[in-house]
């Protein structure tokens, strides 16, 4: 089957780095996702790898290595406004989204 | 602005009393889905179609109809709700999968519960 594995919670301090891991099994690949949702909200797109390597957009940076089905998000200058779920998720040889069940991330002053 | 809305945002309705929610979005886009998400579970993919009159069962299609008669509207039909149908959903919309642009515009959601 498909899987999507990512931790369920975690606690980090204002100011500083969080990494978000995400490993998947799937059925080919077509790109992974990276999405924020605040409590109560619709999901917001982040960033978008298909290709081995790192992705940086500000405070934000994503990497993946599909050999390994692995990927990380990285939060750097953690603001209070970052608390919220970080969901990843990837894309068969389909072209179906497969999603995981989201990270809660809750940043502490 | 670019937007996709969805009405009712929130529901309360009774098993077997048939509801339908709509969802509409402004950008062209010819991708739309349907999710429910549960705690726990993540999203869900209901149904999605890829173009006017085509539609496909997604993971969890029991329960639910939707159509696409327009580009714009994908309406999404429970004809006989029953609690395990208490969720909130999201509808979204993309241009077509695969070409190189794939990020997912969500609607604001509706929460529905059924007693």
């Known amino acids: 089957g498909q899987n999507i594995d990512q931790p369920t919670e975690m606690t980090a301090t204002e100011g500083a780095i969080v990494q978000i891991n995400c490993t998947y099994q799937t059925s080919g690949f077509n790109g992974l996702f990276w999405y924020q949702q605040h409590a109560g909200e619709a999901p917001t797109f982040l960033s978008y790898?298909?290709l081995d390597g790192l992705e940086e957009k500000g405070r934000f940076s994503s990497f993946l290595s599909r050999s390994k089905g692995y990927s990380y998000l990285l939060l750097k200058e953690l603001q209070m406004k970052d608390s919220a779920s970080y969901l990843c998720?990837?894309?068969?040889?389909?072209?179906?989204?497969?999603w995981g069940a989201g990270t809660k991330l809750i940043i502490k002053p | 602005e670019a937007q996709v809305t969805q009405n009712p945002r929130y529901l309360i309705t009774v098993t077997g009393k048939k509801l339908t929610v709509t969802c509409s979005q402004n950008m062209n886009h010819e991708y739309m889905s349907w999710y429910r998400q549960d705690p726990g579970l993540g999203l869900r993919q209901i149904y999605y179609s890829m173009n006017v009159e085509v539609t496909d069962k997604g993971d969890v299609p029991e329960g639910y109809k939707v159509s696409r008669k327009e580009k714009r509207n994908f309406p999404l039909i429970l004809e006989s709700p029953s609690p395990n149908q208490t969720s909130l959903y999201f509808c979204a919309s993309s241009l077509p999968p695969g070409q190189g642009s794939d990020t997912q515009y969500f609607g604001p959601g509706t929460r529905l519960t059924v007693l």
């Open positions: 790898n298909v």
């Open positions: 998720a990837v894309m068969d040889s389909n072209y179906q989204l497969i």
